[in-house]
Every structure is written in structure tokens, then in C-alpha cells.
């Protein structure tokens, strides 16, 4: 038997302490806000462990500290993908 499936959607907005979870469901309703993310072109990520471990968190919550970096390189992965860059970020020099 197969586990069902999990999603969480997270916000960031610049300022604040860490991203926090916006929406997070199982199976019907995590097909339902992987849809609407398609619809609205949000990079997804899929890591069965990492949403296995935020679907244990309330709404709202803040992201832990000890997932900072991950969620910090997952977030910095997707705004690569949409073509956006952090305000004042330099890129490194290469060659």
C-alpha cells in the first residue's frame, strides 16, 4: 500500500524571521494546492522526507532553525527558476 501523498506551501516575505507554512494537507487536499501551484506557476519541490516533517507543524508556524539552509537553497533554487534575484544580491565573479 502506498503512502499518501503530502504537500506544504510556504511563504517568505522579506523581514521576517523565517518562511512560515501557508497551506499543508494530505492526499485530496495536497493534490489540490499542488494544482493551484501549477496554476500559478510556483516552482515546486518534491522531498517526501522534508514535507513529512513540516506537515507536523501548525499553520503559520515558522520553519525551524535547523531547516534554515535547506529550505533557504530550495527557495534560492525556485527564484533562479522564475529568473528573480534577492535585492542587493551580487553574483560571484567567475573565471
Known sequence: MSEQREAIAL???GGTDAPSITAKGEGELAERIIQLAMDY????????????M????????QIPE??????????AFAWHLKGKTP???VPPEHG
Not at 506557476?41 to 517526501?48: D, F, G, Q, R, S
Not at 513540516?54 to 508556524?61: I, N, V
Open 11 to 13: 511563504v517568505y516575505e
Open 41 to 52: 506557476e510556483v516552482p515546486i519541490y518534491e522531498n517526501a522526507d522534508l514535507a513529512s
Open 54 to 61: 513540516l506537515t507536523r507543524m501548525e499553520l503559520g508556524d
Open 66 to 75: 535547523a531547516l534554515y539552509r535547506t529550505i533557504a537553497e530550495i527557495i
Open 87 to 89: 535585492e542587493g544580491f
